[in-house]
């Protein structure tokens, strides 16, 4: 019923014309009740809007207060892509846990016909509470409290916040339950200001419990990829000096044979298989490595691509990248599946690469065209990493401090990624 912000005017006009009309209809429906009671009251319509009209106020605002908690929260979950799903399944499971809990309260006033105070008191305030909690745990201690430089403004919105959502749930109860207009006010302010008391502690006490088990989980996971990786990494090995020894002799044949380009092309494969031995096994090593790492990939493919007029390749990399650490092997794989699906030797080509680094954040992108392979190609089979693993690596490794985009179309495909260094 309560439009979203990102409706058009027309569906605003829609929407608030739906509104007045249930207004109308609610007021209507209380006149007629009231008529049913009393039919022979003089000047009886007159009376009947009277006496029904704040209460047909109140029971509307309760429900545009609801409509307007729903449309919050689905708001809220759709703009949360990293964590929408989890965030999702909690705030369903607690908000049935908490209507069964609620209906069964409800049920047992009215078999045990309790004070009609106490029924409100469930029926309004309960709720209330209810709401407030989920607002408070799912959205203003992540986006106000745990971002430290807006915490003068958590306090500020809690209040405003929890103070509409008591308006018109709270503000019925205090409305029923008393009498005078003084003590409305003050019933009201009780409540509410106890709700803040009770229900802020313990929705921060939930919250940072959750994250901390949050914080554990992602340490066994980070660990568990880590000692599969370590595990392939250590079958995939064979015997690394004999390697070492065998690409000296190559290299010093070369240089005897002055075949200077070849010797440049094993010095650099020998360069990247102890990179691959040593620094691959670290959690994090100098961005400069994996940099020179990067490098000396590119330049062992363009020896390979050199000869070709019909391929482009550039290849951007900072001059200055001294102080910041990475994941070790994080970027090559984007490099790797240009190289795979965006060269052809009979076709026209094109590579671009492009790394920054400014005020602590990494900015890479890598675009290439696509060409097909054929079947009988090597290079078909291939797939690195895999750019799904370092999707998942991302996820483990630098949880809400990158950003991945990825897109393909035709012939041309495209990844961008923003990484935070700090």
Not at 31 to 60: E, G, M, S
Not at 260 to 286: C, P, S, V
Not at 334 to 355: C, D, P, Q, R, T
């Amino acid at each position: 019923m309560l439009p979203n912000y990102y409706l058009s005017k027309q569906k605003w006009g829609k929407a608030i014309l739906t509104i007045a009309i249930a207004f109308v209809a609610a007021m209507a429906l209380f006149c007629v009740n009231y008529v049913l009671r009393f039919p022979y009251h003089n000047d009886l319509l007159y009376r009947a809007i009277v006496k029904k009209l704040p209460q047909a106020t109140i029971w509307f605002e309760a429900l545009l207060a609801y409509q307007a908690a729903k449309q919050l929260i689905n708001w809220l979950l759709a703009h949360k892509q990293h964590t929408y799903s989890v965030t999702r399944m909690r705030i369903s499971r607690e908000t049935a846990y908490f209507l069964m809990l609620w209906a069964t309260l409800l049920v047992g006033c009215f078999i045990l016909k309790s004070h009609v105070s106490v029924t409100f008191f469930i029926g309004l305030v309960v709720p209330c509470a209810f709401i407030c909690h989920i607002v408070i745990m799912y959205w203003l201690i992540p986006q106000y409290w745990d971002k430290r430089a807006e915490r003068m403004g958590f306090w500020f919105i809690l209040l405003l916040v929890t103070l509409g959502i008591n308006l018109p749930l709270t503000g019925a109860f205090a409305y029923k339950a008393t009498y005078s207009g003084v003590t409305r006010i003050i019933s009201f302010l009780v409540f509410w200001l106890g709700q803040l008391l009770l229900i802020t502690p313990l929705s921060f006490y939930i919250y940072q419990y959750r994250k901390s088990l949050q914080a554990e989980l992602s340490g066994l996971r980070t660990d568990l990829g880590a000692s599969t990786a370590n595990l392939q990494f250590l079958r995939s090995q064979i015997n690394p000096h004999f390697l070492f020894n065998a690409l000296n002799t190559l290299y010093g044949l070369a240089l005897t044979e002055k075949a200077e380009k070849t010797g440049e092309g094993i010095q650099k494969l020998g360069d990247m298989m102890r990179f691959m031995l040593h620094e691959n096994t670290l959690e994090r090593i100098a961005l400069t490595q994996e940099i020179d790492y990067l490098q000396n990939y590119i330049d062992l493919q363009n020896m390979r691509t050199a000869s070709s007029p019909l391929i482009n390749i550039t290849a951007n990399m900072p001059a200055e990248a001294e102080g910041y650490f990475i994941a070790p092997m994080l970027l090559i794989p984007f490099v790797e599946n240009a190289y795979k699906h965006g060269i052809s030797l009979n076709e026209e080509s094109w590579i671009n690469i492009n790394l920054q680094i400014t005020d602590g954040t990494l900015q890479f992108d890598v675009q290439n065209s696509i060409h097909q392979r054929a079947t009988n190609d090597p290079e078909s089979t291939r797939s690195g990493i895999g750019l799904e693993n370092v999707r998942q690596r991302l996820q483990l490794l630098y949880p809400q401090k990158h950003e991945l985009v990825i897109r393909q179309k035709p012939n041309e495909f495209f990844i961008y990624l923003t990484l935070n260094l700090k």
